[in-house]
């Protein structure tokens, strides 16, 4: 049985893609006598390479999905399976690049969560599993090689969460919680930088899974409550080499990831939204010789927002989830070279809070507050 396609990540900017790097060149012994036919070998394989269409890879899977719940009394979804994490280090100058410019993609999203009360949700006091963290990528480089390499398209490293599973369709269901997106490290050492001058749209961190709704089935359910969304994925980039973290010429950026988003609330009484998930942490640090981002660069946005909060249910005294809050940003740049040159383009540093969500419709319904947007920290020296 072979395995089930990689799963589309969802990105903010730009771009929703992958990003991964084969670069290892393997040695061949010498040919001691090559014939004609051996040239004519070499000539095809150069030319079909030559005429490929541009190859993406991926590096970890995406993890599987939790089962139902049976359609009785109590009973509760399967949690979605973690993705594993996904660990590269190159040394001696290689570059983590796709060839011919297709995407790379390090990390496989979480599971999703099971329903509540069976396929059908149909049972009381049903709850919806939770969904599965995405796989987190740790890059190291060192030598002279840019970590991710100008043929390289579309970068995402580190992958969403999985979604939560709906609730059920009576009383006192909860709708599965948002799974957090999978954490970014990358670090480089030596005479290269992040992401090289040419490379394709670049998202580091994944995006939070969103949490399921609370039951939906009539008027006469009660406290069936929206999920809440899982987190952003943090990241941490440090750039010790020569170059920039991020290429004049790369596409759009986003450096952090958003918290997922907030379930609805169930139709009927107290059936609350759920808050939305909180953006991931960024860390960025350089040490060498280039800067955060260089002359042209843009548009970047260094810091994810948080996630929506789930709206109320209809009934009376539903209250809307909380907003999630934006991502705290510290950049340390330790090097006579702007961390923001005057020449950048559009950039964006710090996430914004996520919106709270509305009351219900019915009396006592109240909205709920909205997230706070993101510390940021720059140090210069």
Known sequence: MGLPPPRRHRVLVAATAAIIAAATVASAAPLSAPNRSTFSAIAATTTRQAMAAPRNINIGRNAGNGGDGGAGLGTVGGAGGDSGAVTINLSGGTALAAP?????????????????????????????????????ATV???????????STGAIVAGASGGNGGNAGLRDFNFGGVGGAGGSATISTTGGGGIVADNAGAVAFGGVGGNGANGGQSGPNQ??????????????????????????????????????GNGGVGGVALSSNGGAGGNAGTVILTTTGAGGIIPDGAGP????????????????????????????????????????????????FIGGSGGPGGAGGTGVGARGAPGGNAGEVTINAS
């Open 300 to 347: 970047v946005a260094v810091g994810g927002g948080g996630g929506l909060g789930g709206a109320g249910g209809s009934g009376n005294f539903a209250t809307g989830g909380a907003g999630g809050t934006g991502a705290p940003v510290t950049i340390t740049n330790s090097r006579a070279t702007p961390a923001v040159p005057p020449g950048s383009g559009l950039v």
């Open 222 to 259: 009660r406290r069936a409550f929206g999920g809440a969304g899982g987190n952003g994925g943090s990241v941490t980039v440090t750039n010790s080499g020569t170059g920039v973290t991020i290429g004049a010429t790369s596409g759009p950026s986003q450096i952090g990831a958003a918290g």
């Open 140 to 150: 190291t480089g060192s030598g002279g090689g840019t970590v991710f390499g100008a």
């Open 100 to 136: 011919t410019g297709g995407s790379v993609t390090l990390g496989g999203a979480g599971g999703d969560g099971g329903n509540g009360g069976g396929a059908a949700q149909g049972g009381f006091a049903s709850a919806g599993g939770a969904g599965g963290v995405g796989g987190s």
